[in-house]
Nanobody, 125 residues
Framework: VQLQASGGGLVLAGGSLRLACAAS????????MAWFRQAPGTEREFVAA????????SYADSVKGRFTISRDNAKNTVYLQMTSLKPEDTAVYYC???????????????????WGQGTQVTVSS
């Protein structure tokens, strides 16, 4: 699976952005998908994950209630709708795919085999 993330940009605090991650290949619908982020000088951080069917999702506490992950298996695309953005949301956002069968989507970046190139999100105060 090859992943291409897009949709990042510069936004004022309180604003919204929608990230998209387009996947190539036939296995997208058999992968759990996730978004991670990494700010300068920090470790990669889990943001949100969604199961292969889209029926189950999980979120980091820091984004719960503000971000929504979704997917369209017909379009091989996963989305991250971000609202009420804060300056601390500033980071490079990465999408990732986990083709391994799990009970619930993993929050560990080590479990994700395929990664997109990242898209920069900058939130100014």
């Amino acid at each position: 699976v090859q992943l291409q993330a897009s949709g990042g940009g510069l936004v004022l605090a309180g604003g919204s952005l929608r990230l998209a991650c387009a996947a190539s290949g036939r296995t997208f619908s058999r992968c759990d998908m996730a978004w991670f982020r990494q700010a300068p000088g920090t470790e990669r951080e889990f943001v949100a994950a969604i199961s292969r069917s889209g029926g189950s999702a999980s979120y980091a506490d820091s984004v719960k209630g503000r971000f929504t992950i979704s997917r369209d298996n017909a379009k091989n695309t996963v989305y991250l709708q971000m609202t009420s953005l804060k300056p601390e949301d500033t980071a490079v956002y990465y999408c990732a795919a986990d083709p391994n069968l799990r009970l619930t989507p993993s929050t560990w970046h080590q479990h994700y085999d395929h990664w997109g190139q990242g898209t920069q999100v900058t939130v100014s105060s």
